[in-house]
């Protein structure tokens, strides 16, 4: 089973990227994208790891499927991981160049969080 990223290509963004990451019971992905401003998205699915290690949480934000997460980050580094049931559960959206809004903005266009 390969995993699903459950959103398209972020409006205004290019894809740069595509990983295939094969476990015992599941293939994790990880897709890059890229804006003209040079802001840059990395998201994940199913690939288990420490995501914004090091970056203070500044937030809880409800993400895909209503399932809440940590939203890390300073500057223009941010960071939304969350965990839902099954093997591609592991899911995360880093994001550079972006302030914190910005960064929650794109992330409700594409659909990764809801809207308020």
Known sequence: MVCEPGFGTPAGFRATESFQDPYGDHVGIRLGFVDDEGRELHYFAGIPGEFGEGLPVVD?????GGIEGPLQGRDTTWVLSW?????CGVRAVIGNGFTQAD???TLEAAGIVPRD
């Open 60 to 64: 809880t934000v409800p993400a895909a």
């Open 83 to 87: 965990r839902a049931p099954g093997p």
């Open 103 to 105: 960064f929650l903005e």
